[in-house]
């Protein structure tokens, strides 16, 4: 075994590649879930109806922002199999479609929060959390264009697999959400007490500075010169179009399985507030955990893509186990740590926290984490394997797939439960349980088919003969 380790730590696309490619983009979707994690503590010691609107109503919005984040994010894909087949000037050209997106997405959110009343008159929670829910939600509808247009440029970055820049750059917007969360929230330091609404402006601001960082560093001089990255502005219909094809599958299962995740929140939700809040506190503190997975994902499907651009489908099947083997040990080491320590995790919550509401919420937070901590291994197993899916360009499948087990197994037996039989919430978590496992398992044996090994979402380059490559260069030399 010590053999076997040793030569998958040296061997290429093993276990030190991987780690040197993900380790940036893991402390860097780290510090999202940090992020979220310190607001979410933030909003507990400023109200329970703050704590228990503040995921519906993330999700809500959320739910619109993922269809056109999901596109965004694939250009990852093209950079990554464009660098991987030699062809550096298209790079720049295929972030700019994912940018495109972005000024689409930020009108259609403005357009959106004029929605918001209604919206949360549909779900209906109580009175006090809905005006909450309304007010996070429409204030968090201005910064989507900022949050995916920072999506789509950072993929310059991490489909070449420069990603300590996307690394550094997301630290810088973690820490001006958290500075800006203690500010905005409480009234500190001379900025108004705005509660919720401070969190989401707070989101806002940090996202608009992050894509502000990563167009500026696109257009240094050497990769405007290399990558085409300012001459590339201009759209392109024809690698717009294919963005669209295998991108919009990608963005619509992302919204998908967002919005069945939600819709079981907000059943949650009417079951009541301390559930509700429960279902918070879990779901926040399992973040810490699966959000590094997000991490490893991406390393993995730029892997991927690299290697199939380079004609190398092989090598990009060996690099996914890597990533699998990784996030599975991962995950298993953080599944035990919620049966044994699960106090540990909610322990920052209740620093400043307040009432009766929030022991009970605590107490059916621990039940809750030790659910996770049985469906977390298969989490790594639907992370790894999706990505690599999504590297080679097997995006259809996914969300015919991901969007049947969602309400198969997840929405509508939650719905049944809740309308028929009455609120059981253990019940209900089990439904999630199922379908996080069963997911895993799909892809799995899609992965282990092999179609994946044919696909590209770049186009073919025509291949000129040898004798008339020479010809043509003769002919250019007379001229």
């Not at 550096?88 to 004029?114: C, I, K, N």
């Not at 040990?329 to 209740?350: E, K, N, R």
Request: with cysteine; hydrophobic share 50%; glycine share 10%.
């Amino acid at each position: 075994m010590i053999a076997y380790l040793k030569k998958r730590w040296h061997a290429e696309g093993g276990y030190r590649e991987f780690l040197i490619l993900a380790f940036p983009l893991v402390l860097s979707t780290a510090s999202w879930s940090i992020q979220h994690f310190i607001n979410r503590v933030f909003l507990t010691w400023h109200s329970t109806e703050a704590l228990a609107a503040a995921l519906p109503s993330g999700i809500t919005n959320f739910i619109f922002l993922s269809f056109f984040m999901g596109m965004a994010q694939y250009t990852n894909t093209f950079v990554a199999q464009y660098s991987g087949a030699g062809r550096p000037e298209r790079v720049g050209p295929a972030v700019w479609q994912g940018m495109y997106l972005a000024l689409l997405s930020g009108a259609l959110g403005w357009g959106l929060s004029f929605y918001s009343g209604p919206i949360f008159d549909l779900i209906g929670h109580q009175a006090q959390v809905r005006e909450e829910e309304v007010s996070y939600f429409r204030v968090l509808c201005y910064g989507v264009g900022p949050f995916v247009l920072s999506a789509a440029a950072a993929c310059f970055f991490s489909g070449r697999g420069q990603t300590l820049t996307v690394l550094w750059v997301n630290v810088v917007g973690t820490v001006l959400n958290v500075l800006l969360d203690y500010g905005l929230i409480f009234g500190n330091w001379g900025f108004p007490a705005w509660g919720i609404r401070g969190a989401a402006w707070a989101t806002n601001i940090a996202s608009a500075a992050t894509a502000l960082l990563f167009v500026g560093l696109m257009m240094r001089g050497e990769y405007r010169r290399q990558f085409a990255t300012l001459s590339g502005w201009r759209p392109d219909g024809e690698l717009f179009s294919r963005l669209l094809r295998f991108g919009g599958p990608n963005g619509l299962n992302f919204m998908l399985d967002i919005l069945a995740f939600s819709l079981f929140v907000l059943l949650v939700g009417r079951i009541g507030t301390v559930e509700l809040a429960a279902t918070n506190l879990a779901f926040n503190v399992n973040s810490l955990a699966f959000m590094p997975l997000i991490g490893g994902g991406i390393a993995a499907a730029t892997m991927v893509g690299q290697r199939l651009g380079q004609e190398r489908p092989e090598a990009a099947e060996y690099c996914t186990w890597t990533g699998f083997h990784l996030a599975v040990g991962y995950m298993s080491a953080m599944s035990l740590a919620y049966f044994i320590f699960p106090d540990f995790f909610l322990m920052p919550f209740g620093l400043r926290s307040q009432g009766a509401e929030f022991e009970q919420a605590r107490g059916l937070a621990v039940s809750l984490l030790r659910i996770v901590g049985i469906y977390c291994v298969f989490d790594a197993m639907y992370m790894s394997f999706t990505s690599a899916l999504k590297g080679a360009g097997d995006t259809r499948f996914l969300m015919v797939v991901s969007v049947a087990m969602g309400w198969a197994l997840l929405v509508i037996p939650s719905w049944v439960t809740l309308t028929f039989f009455g609120p059981h919430l253990y019940l209900m978590w089990v439904f999630l349980c199922g379908y996080i496992i069963v997911m895993g398992v799909v892809f799995y044996f899609r992965f282990r088919g092999g179609k994946w090994k044919t696909m590209r979402v770049i186009e073919e380059v025509p291949v000129v003969p040898a004798e008339e490559e020479v010809l043509r260069q003769e002919a250019k030399a007379g001229a």
